[in-house]
């Protein structure tokens, strides 16, 4: 943990009583010795000393309690020659670290914040992952990415020691000459450095590190010594390093043409490595290559730019900053292409820009871009595709920006091609009476005249001599025939071929069909007009139908029954209606879809039979209604396998959902689109066939049917 608390004096009394005794006692040594020598005998061999004794013993009792602390590290260190360093947060969570060697150096952290201790000296030694410090010898430990203005501590354990302190560069560097002091036993310790990270979370980076006094001539600090009372306080200081002159004297005055630039060389007065870095790049976006030196930059502006010579165990770090001034350049520029010739209606090539000067602020095109053609101001290229024939044409295609304008010219011819076409699609398969899908046409040569086929279109289908498209409902089967399609024009013929088959149509698709046959509304066919008939049907019965098709189960996944009609309806008669005073078993096939509509119009929402059958749309289709009386007895005898003799053959016998394609229905009543009287609606049971009137209000199932 961190060693935070506020430095206070001790009171009078306790230690400080100790000090006055030390003192006294001490000062009393010297006067008894003194008089002692002047007695003769043995007196002076025993008393001298130990009153001399007394002082000393006493006097080292003086604790300073405003001492600097250094960070605390938890836990156990790593082993001495482990290769592995410490790093401890203000919170006291400590990580381990690498130790490594990197160059002339020892490194101990990360890549982004580390403390170093220079090789170059000859105070300290690296081998087999042991770092060795020269007892008494002066060592180089320098910092990266340390907080700009803040101070580092460098700090010597097992007894805490403060080996110096420094101020930490606008770089986030330091460089801090310490001495390991000569009273400092071998053997090993930790160095431990601490101080902020650019972020400004206080750190420590703390290593093990052994002492070595097998030292022949270390540098030895220069050392003063003050004797007062008896008391000795020695004062070490530290020989300090020159700073390092960097001198740097580029072109300043810049244009935006010349990036990228020359590579950036300045000179330094000591031997520390230069390295440069942007300080401002204002508007000009400058940005220095690390590898070429080389500056860069995209526009006008100011770029500051800093030049830094690296601490070295001989010299400190100095740097310079420069002010480079970018100007903009007169537009140059070049086109990849200077003329193009092409076929009317097919797309340009066009160029690409080389801008070679300035940026450019606008383009623009002179005479005008031709039809089909677009020009663009801001990029200066021409696309698109030419619609009309023309000769060779110049265009005049001018860069403009602040300082100036430049000019390149492009030459355009565009010519009459002969017709070429594809087909999208080049053979279909389709049901008699189903309308065929076709093609589309996709023009990639000159301007198509008209079309023509061969052989002729075949029966319900038309050809369009302008547009090329075969379109239309096939009404007669026929094997797979192949269609040649020709376009002209002026210059020459094309041609494509479209093969089409013709297949007899399935009940879905508006063929023949048979009960049990799955319906265009993808419901199940459960009634077919005897005799190849028809009945008449739709919303006026003025439409002819052959056949009547049932909703799948499960066509309503709202609630599973329905009212006949909404509360205020429940009693009115619905004048658009015929009431039938008695059931009705086969006239009236084609009427429910009549008295569905009539009752919807009544004012009867989807929660009611006829208006839930009126909004479904299966197979999206329109035209689903709640069948008549007659139409649910056809269904109720279809479901319950009772074999068709007549429309009018009332629904007895069978067995529920044994018909054929039948499923889903219920043992229960099912309404028809008929009313009784102004409160009574005809209902019939598919478990028995009965029919009966039941109130409106009363809830029963529903199946939805269409005629076709």
Partial sequence: ???????????????????????????????????VRRSAGRLSVVVAPLVLLGGFVLAPQVVDPCAPEPLLVNGPLPELCSGVGQMTKEDGTVSQVPVQQVGQQVQIGTSEFYMALSLGTGSVSYDNSCIILNLGAETIVTGVGFKPGSTVKVWLFSTPTLLGTTIVLQDGTFSLPVTVPGNTPAGPHTLQAE?????????????????SNDVVSPVAPATTTT????????????????????????????????????????SSSGDGAITYAVQSAGATGCAINSSTRVLTFTAAGSCVVRATAATTSNYLTGSIDVTFTVTLAAPAFTLSSSSESKAQNVAIAGYTITST????????????????????????????????????????????????????????????????????????????NVAIAGYTITSTGGTIASYAISPAAPAGLSFSTSTGLLTGTPTEVQSATAYTITATNATGTATQTFTLTV??????????????????GGGIVFYV??????????????????????????????????????????SSDIAALTNETSANNGSGIGLGYKNSIAIVNQGNDTTTAA????????GSKSDWYLPSPAELNQMCK???????????????????????????????????????????????????????QVFKSNTLNVRPVRAF
């Avoid at 206070?8 to 008894?32: D, K, N, Q, R």
């Avoid at 101080?195 to 002492?211: E, F, I, P, Q, W």
């Avoid at 028809?672 to 066939?689: I, K, L, M, P, T």
């Fill in 1 to 35: 943990m961190f060693a935070v608390g506020e430095c206070v004096l001790p009171e009078t009394g306790g230690s400080m009583f100790v000090v006055f005794a030390g003192l006294f006692v001490l000062v009393a040594g010297v006067i008894v010795t003194r008089w």
């Fill in 195 to 211: 101080g902020l990270t650019t972020a400004g979370d206080l750190r420590a980076l703390s290593a093990r590190v052994t002492v």
């Fill in 529 to 570: 007009q005897a005799a190849g008939g028809t009945f008449n049907c739709g919303p006026t019965l003025t439409l002819t139908c052959k056949y009547l098709e049932v909703a799948p189960s499960g066509w309503d996944t709202g609630a599973a029954t329905k009212l006949w009609a909404v509360a205020d309806k429940n």
């Fill in 638 to 692: 279809w479901q319950r396998g009772v074999a068709w003799t007549s429309d009018a053959t009332v629904c007895t016998g069978g067995t529920l959902n044994t018909g054929t394609g039948a499923s889903g229905f219920l043992a229960g009543e099912y309404w028809s689109s008929a009313e009784y009287n102004n409160s009574f609606a005809w209902r019939q049971d598919f478990s028995n066939g009965n029919r009966q």
């Fill in 503 to 520: 297949t007899a149509a399935t009940c879905a698709e508006g063929g023949a069909c048979v009960v049990g046959d799955t319906g265009p």
């Fill in 611 to 618: 208006g839930a059958a009126r909004a479904y749309a299966g």
């Fill in 357 to 432: 000067g300035g940026t450019v602020a606008s383009y623009a095109i002179s005479p005008p871009a031709p039809a089909g053609l677009t020009f663009s101001t801001s990029t200066g290229l021409l696309s698109g595709t030419p619609t009309a024939v023309q000769s060779a044409t110049a265009y005049t295609i001018t860069a403009t920006n602040a300082t100036g304008t430049a000019t390149a010219t492009f030459t355009l011819t565009v010519t009459v091609a002969a017709p070429a076409f594809t087909l999208s699609s080049s053979s279909e398969s389709k049901a008699q």
């Fill in 227 to 266: 004797t007062v009372a008896a008391a000795t306080t020695t004062t070490t200081t530290t020989p300090t390093l020159p700073t390092q002159t960097v001198t740097w004297s580029p072109t300043t005055a810049l244009t935006t043409a010349q990036s990228p630039n020359t590579p950036l060389v300045a």
